[in-house]
């Protein structure tokens, strides 16, 4: 059973930074192309970044470019988002997901950028 649980998120002050991480289990990470994606308030899924199988190659939504920072521990079946210089426009529920289009995704981890 395919599982990814999210974790890292919570309240930070514009500016500040957060490390998502996403626990995966119950199919072959290393073989999997890995995303996150986002949903503010009210608004659809947002794709964030990708990562390939190996981690060399990433790829970032103009939004976040800069400042976000994708990576994967394919040892320990994780994959993680270092978030650095936070607006306000990135709160949102954040989700790891096996497709861009965000299906096959986690339960989500809050991100609320706030002072």
């Known amino acids: 059973q395919v599982q990814l649980v999210e974790s890292g998120g919570g309240l930070v002050q514009p500016g500040g930074s957060l490390r998502l991480s996403c626990a995966a289990s119950?199919?072959?990470?290393?073989?999997?192309?890995m995303y996150w994606v986002r949903q503010a308030p009210g608004k659809g899924l947002e794709w964030v970044s990708s990562i390939n199988t190996h981690g060399g190659t990433t790829d970032y939504a103009d939004s976040v470019k800069g400042r976000f920072t994708i990576s994967r521990d394919n040892a320990k079946n994780t994959l993680y988002l270092q978030m650095n210089s936070l607006k306000s426009d990135d709160t949102a529920v954040y989700y790891c997901?096996?497709?861009?289009?965000?299906?096959?995704r986690g339960q989500g981890t809050q991100v609320t950028v706030s002072s």
């Open positions: 119950g199919f072959n990470f290393a073989n999997q192309r």
């Open positions: 997901a096996r497709s861009r289009a965000g299906a096959s």
